[in-house]
């Protein structure tokens, strides 16, 4: 279908690779046109390095779905501590500040309750008047850095969620009583079934597009 919507997806591969495939299979029996990059349909530029084709795909896409899980992925720019999972996001999150893709954004439940946990740890030591400030320093820090099997990178991958929950635009509003950002929703899954039934209210359908 030349009119279907378009949805570009971005996660990690490998270890997502299973998920990916029936997300693949499931928004195309849908009549979806969707972007992978690793099938060979995924518009590949010759001129292009594989990391620019990625995201000269996001611009003809009409949603972005993201996944975030447990690895972090190749680098985009590994100085400055960038992924190529988090440069599509920041791409597309620039196109849907113009009105122009809408974001979805998915975050596995475990990765998400550790992060809360950790995050609730790191307010309690702040809050402890008993210690000095630059031990607050170094043990948020610590805490925030520490690894686990939930991530390959926590200091990262957590970074990476909050990037996404817009969190220190959120606080910065709530002090200065500006706007919030928008597209901040993010959605947690355990299962593929919780994903689709997100989409099938996200993308804003009832029935096979084609009966549409």
Known sequence: MSTAPVVFVSSTVHDLKDLRSALRYWLGEWGFCSRFSEFNDFPQLPDLNSYDSCLKAIDEANYFVL???????GWYDK???VSITQKEYQYAYDRARAGQIKIIPFVRRDLWTVLQDR???TRAVQSDVALAPDTK???AEAFGAYGSKFADDAKHIFGFVEEVTR???MRKAGSAHTSRPAGNWVYTFETFGEIVDTLRVQLGFRHDLRQE
């Not at 996944?67 to 992925?73: C, E, F, T």
């Open 137 to 139: 320093a170094y043990l």
């Open 79 to 81: 100085e400055r501590g």
């Open 67 to 73: 996944l975030i899980g447990h690895r972090i992925g």
């Open 167 to 169: 969190k220190e635009e």
């Open 119 to 121: 995050g609730d740890v």
